[in-house]
């Protein structure tokens, strides 16, 4: 190996992911740059993470969570990446944003509703995880940061509307924006989920949805 070559695969392992074969936080944040000054050729964000994934580590173990992750990774580089030509990372934990551009939205439509049901083995276990996508259309002037906060409320939209779903931001989302909101019962120890509009107060889940204990 030359000394080009040695510095390639350097430049390879420092920039690709140590859970998946997408690219890492770094890569992106080199990217990100280029899209704050005008620079990259790619004007979609789209964010997406696993759903109930702190309940599926919970009921799996960590390890478990990794294989998933690894699957999800994998799943992304050859059904987005290799076939529509976008880049993707995996920012940390279970969080995944993709590059493309606006000519490339609905393949990527296509691709996301297979998201809803991704099986694996796990220690000869059948086991699945889901996803759910959100998106925003940079405007020109929008910075990535912010871009990325929009696509990561759609995202929250989607979940709520269910696993494979890929929604894309716009003032109304916005505007009608959820949080998702947990609390956890004394009485049965079980974990209280749901989403709210930001504008309402957590005060809106009162009562375990599974013992009926006040919360």
């Known amino acids: 190996m030359n000394l080009s070559e040695a510095i390639e695969q350097l430049n390879k392992v420092a920039f690709t992911d140590d859970k998946t074969p997408l690219e890492n936080a770094l890569a992106l944040n080199k990217e990100m740059i280029l899209i704050d000054a005008g620079r990259s050729k790619f004007d979609v964000i789209v964010f997406g993470d696993l759903n109930e994934f702190k309940l599926f580590n919970t009921n799996y173990?960590?390890?478990?969570?990794?294989?998933?992750?690894?699957?999800?990774?994998?799943?992304?580089?050859?059904?987005?990446?290799t076939q529509i030509k976008a880049r993707a990372f995996r920012q940390s934990g279970d969080e995944f944003i993709i590059l493309l551009k606006q000519s490339q939205i609905?393949?990527?439509l296509s691709k996301t509703l297979s998201f809803?049901?991704?099986?694996?083995?796990?220690k000869r276990k059948s086991l699945e995880t889901k996803m759910s996508f959100g998106y925003a259309i940079s405007d020109g002037k929008t910075n990535f940061s912010d871009l990325l906060e929009r696509a990561?409320?759609?995202?929250?939209?989607?979940?709520?509307?269910?696993?494979?779903?890929?929604?894309?931001?716009?003032?109304?989302?916005?505007?009608n924006a959820l949080v998702e909101?947990?609390?956890n019962c004394r009485q049965c120890g079980s974990v209280n989920k749901c989403y709210i509009p930001k504008k309402l107060s957590a005060k809106n889940l009162k009562v375990c949805s599974f013992c009926g204990e006040k919360l």
């Open 61 to 81: 173990t960590h390890e478990a969570g990794d294989v998933a992750i690894r699957k999800v990774g994998e799943k992304i580089q050859e059904d987005i990446v």
């Open 106 to 108: 609905k393949k990527l």
């Open 116 to 122: 809803a049901s991704i099986t694996f083995s796990y």
């Open 152 to 175: 990561e409320t759609a995202c929250l939209t989607a979940k709520s509307i269910g696993d494979g779903i890929c929604i894309k931001w716009t003032e109304e989302v916005e505007l």
């Open 181 to 183: 909101i947990r609390h």
